[in-house]
T-cell receptor
Framework: GNSVTQMEGPVTLSEEAFLTINCTYT??????LFWYVQYPGEGLQLLLK?????DKGSNKGFEATYRKETTSFHLEKGSVQVSDSAVYFC???????????FGKGTTLSVSS | DTAVSQTPKYLVTQMGNDKSIKCEQN?????MYWYKQDSKKFLKIMFS???????INETVPNRFSPKSPDKAHLNLHINSLELGDSAVYFC???????????FGQGTRLTVV
């Protein structure tokens, strides 16, 4: 079946460090891929997305590239801030009319 | 002017009780969802409605019953609550079912 696997957390970094959160997926065909972020006490917000192979999604300094050959969609940011501390979810959408399938989430904690 | 609002935010109740969680969206979206987030932050789809019609019904106990009186509202009623129902329940909506979903702040349900 369709699934998303994320690296286990928590990830603990100092401010201005480089961030990578790994995400791989299993799906037939060409799903759309997403990163959502959940700040403490809030609902999830869409961070970025990519809908086809080699697309790069980017937002707020975060980037992820849809790699079909490695079935991956790793999230990166060059210099994290304390305000980036949150839970990050990788997700896929198999096709319109179905629901998002989420990974288990990765907690990021950034200290000053 | 909250986009997706859920009530209540916190709900503590005894085993065996029946409770409801309400959700409203003012975005004009056609599709609404209920997700369950367990203690390990894992998010799983429960139900989805499109224009008041049930389109996704995952394998959840039939003690859970969604109701959509109109396309702006999707309520979740739970009968005979069990300890294992304790979780955070998120309502979400989307316009084109293409993965960009707007989430409410969640309802933390604790069954004692």
């Amino acid at each position: 079946g369709n699934s998303v696997t994320q690296m286990e957390g928590p990830v603990t970094l100092s401010e201005e460090a480089f961030l990578t959160i790994n995400c791989t997926y299993t799906a037939t065909g060409y799903p759309s891929l997403f990163w959502y972020v959940q700040y403490p006490g809030e609902g999830l917000q869409l961070l970025l997305k990519a809908t086809k192979a080699d697309d790069k999604g980017s937002n707020k300094g975060f980037e992820a590239t849809y790699r079909k050959e490695t079935t991956s969609f790793h999230l990166e940011k060059g210099s994290v801030q304390v305000s980036d501390s949150a839970v990050y979810f990788c997700a896929l959408l198999k096709q319109a009319g179905t629901a998002l399938i989420f990974g288990k989430g990765t907690t990021l904690s950034v200290s000053s | 002017d909250t986009a997706v609002s859920q009530t209540p935010k916190y709900l503590v109740t005894q085993m065996g009780n029946d409770k409801s969680i309400k959700c409203e969206q003012n975005l004009g979206h056609d599709t609404m969802y209920w997700y369950k987030q367990d203690s390990k932050k894992f998010l799983k789809i429960m139900f989805s409605y499109n224009n008041k019609e049930l389109i996704i019904n995952e394998t959840v106990p039939n003690r859970f019953s969604p109701k959509s009186p109109d396309k702006a509202h999707l309520n979740l009623h739970i009968n005979s609550l069990e300890l294992g129902d304790s979780a955070v329940y998120f309502c979400a909506s989307s316009q084109d079912q293409a993965g960009k979903a707007f989430f409410g702040q969640g309802t933390r349900l604790t069954v004692v």
